[in-house]
């Protein structure tokens, strides 16, 4: 059995004149998930095709949502901030179709919704794996040398700290910061916009002019002043 979440399929369903008891017994449960071979089934028996039933996420979600998806979970994952964290202006969120939800934010659209849903499944896979092979390489050092820093099984031999070099950071108007958001609080700008502003430009932020700081600091400030103004 393969359990699917299919909420148009039980609207389209619906709309085919089944009851609501009828969608229980197909299978459908808390969440409208339901096993997809029942409603292959479903859709024969009351001539509707799959694909009326079974949407892509990834064909019809908000494009806008799709493509800062990435970036958004990226910020979200490792450093438990950006728009999923609902720190984003209220104007961006509005465009990005995302609504606060408790200490995050969410999508207000369906398909925008089981296209975050989907990717978490793909993330949470990817974790699993990784960790069950990593899982393994410790297993095998039980028996065999697989570290550099492993003398025998089962003996390993720390190596000395390494030497952290001091970072270059970012050099902006003669003045060096080691972060971003120092930059932004320098500047009294959204840290969120500047980053977003920074990563829309094609140059690296520690290759980055005067100028072009210049320019992602001014659009920042004029994106703040556009939403305190609104």
Known sequence: MTDIRAPYAYTRLLEAGL?????????????????????????DQHGLAQEQLMLNPEEVANQRFKSKLRGNLTSYLFEYEGAFRFSASPDHMRILGMEKCGDTALPVRVMDALLLEKTLYQVIARAKHLLAALDSKFVASEHASV??????????????????????GFRVNGQTFQTIKQIASAYGVSYERLRRQISESDVPPTEMSDDQWRECIDYANKEMRKTTDG
């Open 19 to 43: 009851t609501e008891q009828e969608l229980k017994e197909i299978g459908f449960h808390h969440g409208y998930w339901v096993d997809k071979a029942a409603v292959v089934q479903a859709a």
């Open 147 to 168: 570290f550099r820093d492993q003398q025998d099984p089962g003996k390993f031999k720390p190596r000395a700290p390494y030497r952290q070099g001091v970072s270059n």
